[in-house]
């Protein structure tokens, strides 16, 4: 079942469900790709399919994984909390919102602009001081990065590494957040394809 | 700017080359699209690995390896490289007769790098590994290092030997007039030069394409695991016989796992994407071999784009279509060992017109011919 979600059972995401109450509520999820999140429970890891997803909780990878624009350490959103890409919306922590008030205000008018209800006010994201830039990392020092504890010095870290970056490489940030190794093996097929070779016929730029 | 050579790609083959020919009292000038590393050369496994090499490989890996055991001396730095041998896994007595053969093929040939171990030999070396394992493979002066760190190194060697390094400069058109490759990049830049030398990678079938060069190259966005780390409990580098896996563990106890599985990559846009199942099948292979991983975390994943070939070995010569171009691209995911080697080889092709390495199983033009017979590489998967 595809639909919509929203990720975060805060405040904002708390706010954003009574209003639209057709929507599924997870608390987070450790990777996302386009129209899918995975989640790890007692019962194993599992994909949540979305066509429209509002991203709540304070994970930014998440966003990063779907390649929404960020700007000042926070995901780019528009005064309803629409980010860059289409159907994908941020409110909340997420936002810096500091207090839970402001919170389940940011999750009520995204929520209210997902409903196609008038939002009732706008809501903008709290810059970020610039991190350091500490020049790139090899992926075994991203890992002792994303090794440590989920929080805003890991994610500022990560995303610091994924502006070195550009967009091209979005796997640096992957996973948001760590997951089973037995849990996601047995998720595995009994038998796999082999990915064919990708063909190319480009030519210079 | 008015050079001897121009290396287009600045990976580790690009930074060979350019270490090499400067080395050489030559001038040379690298254009990276990109940064330097920005692709294979610093998401790699860094596995420095003779073992299960195809024949045609076995010499280049041979006399690479031996640079990579005095590879301070090369470029300053030791690269993290370690002696930790690379071991081959039979999980069937099939297998393991497999793995027997290949030895004897190998010594009959002349080398002597590979050696067919027993079961309780594997214990001892692999004391974590499944019961059902029936012996293996080893060769004992493989390892490992980290790749960005070396294509750094390999970077200020070739800086300090004199040449200049341009990031950002992607070639977007080339020339041939009266002997001299005239260049045009991405920031606006312009460059010539007599001799061009084509380090592209994933992308080097594009610059051969606008010489009127086709070669059949494609590519893969090779996908790569962390675990957390773990209490130290593997030494070596290990591969499977009959499945797609490598295994190492890393001094701080990450377990890094490959196993040539894909994600999808884009070459416009540099961009990959994991494939969440084809991870998950290679934690289920790295589980069933080293049962120890069952309480580890997955912290992170990773893909890099690598150019890979219908043969699976690289394109490198002088090409076939055009004077004063030399290619060196399509590593099919085991070129980093090959990186300390390949610079010479592209040095001496560029700067001599020839090589006394044996490459002809390598030439641009290869593709078309019927296949030589004999026996080819062991499972490699990318790692
Ligand atoms: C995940 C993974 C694991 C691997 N594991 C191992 C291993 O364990 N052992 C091993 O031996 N090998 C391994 N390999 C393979 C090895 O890393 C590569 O073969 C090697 O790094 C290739 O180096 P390169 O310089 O040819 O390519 P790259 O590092 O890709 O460099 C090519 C460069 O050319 C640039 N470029 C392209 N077009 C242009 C243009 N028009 N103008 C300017 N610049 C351009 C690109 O931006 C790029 O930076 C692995 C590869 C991957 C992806």
Known sequence: MSGLVILGAGPAGSAAAAILPEARLIATAWHAEPGRLWIETAAGVEAVPFDRLLLCADEPLLLLALGCAFADGRPQVDPTGRTSQPGIHAAGAILGASTAEEAARQGRIAAQSLAGLPPEGVLAATPLAEPEAPGRLDPLSIAQLLETPPGPARSAGILAQAALRGPRLSSVAAPARNVGFAALAAMAPATLTPRETQADTGTLA | ?383
């Not at chain 2, 890996?61 to 690379?86: K, Y």
């Open chain 2, 1 to 383: 700017m008015n050079v001897d050579v121009i290396v287009v790609g600045g990976g580790l083959h690009g930074m060979s080359a350019a270490l090499h020919i400067a080395r050489r009292g030559h001038s040379v000038l690298v254009l990276e699209k990109d940064r330097v590393a920005a692709h294979a050369s610093s998401y790699s496994a860094g596995g420095v690995r003779t073992l299960g090499r195809h024949p045609a490989e076995v010499p280049l890996a041979v006399e690479s390896l031996a640079m990579w055991h005095r590879i301070a001396e090369l470029v300053g730095d030791d690269c993290d490289f370690h002696e930790t041998g690379h071991v081959k896994v039979a999980e069937t007595a099939a297998e393991l007769a497999e793995l027997e053969a290949r030895a004897a093929a190998m010594r009959a040939a002349g080398w002597d790098h590979e050696e067919a171990i027993d079961a309780a030999e594997l214990r001892r070396i692999l004391p974590a590994v499944a019961p059902h394992a029936t012996g293996g493979l080893i060769a004992r002066r493989n390892g490992f290092a980290r790749p960005y760190r070396t294509t750094l190194a390999f970077q200020r060697a070739a800086e300090a030997a004199g040449a200049t390094i341009r990031e950002g400069a992607g070639v977007e058109g080339l020339d041939r007039r009266d002997g001299q490759w005239q260049l045009r990049c991405t920031d606006g830049s312009t460059h010539t030069a007599p001799m061009l030398v084509n380090t592209a990678g994933a992308w080097g079938a594009r610059l051969a394409r606008s010489v009127g060069e086709e070669i059949p190259l494609g590519f893969n966005a090779f996908m790569m695991i962390y675990t957390s780390a773990l209490p130290p409990f593997v030494t070596p580098v290990v591969g499977l016989t009959g499945r797609p896996m490598s295994f190492k563990q890393a001094e701080t106890g990450h377990v890094m796992i490959g196993g040539g599985h894909k994600g999808i990559g884009d070459l416009d846009t540099g961009a990959v994407a994991l494939d969440v199942e084809r991870l998950a099948f290679s934690a289920k292979t790295a589980l069933d071999v080293f049962p120890i991983l069952k309480d580890a975390r997955m912290v992170h994943a990773w893909a890099g784009i690598e150019g890979v070939l219908p043969d699976e070995i690289p394109v490198v010569g002088l090409s076939r279509t055009v004077p004063g171009l030399v290619h060196a691209f399509g590593f099919c995911g085991h070129g980093f060992e090959l990186g300390p080697v390949m610079g010479g080889i592209v040095a001496q092709l560029a700067l001599d017109g020839a090589t006394n390495m044996p490459i002809a199983p390598f030439a641009p033009d290869r593709f078309g011919a019927p296949a030589a017979a004999g026996p080819g590489a062991l499972l490699q998967p990318a790692g």
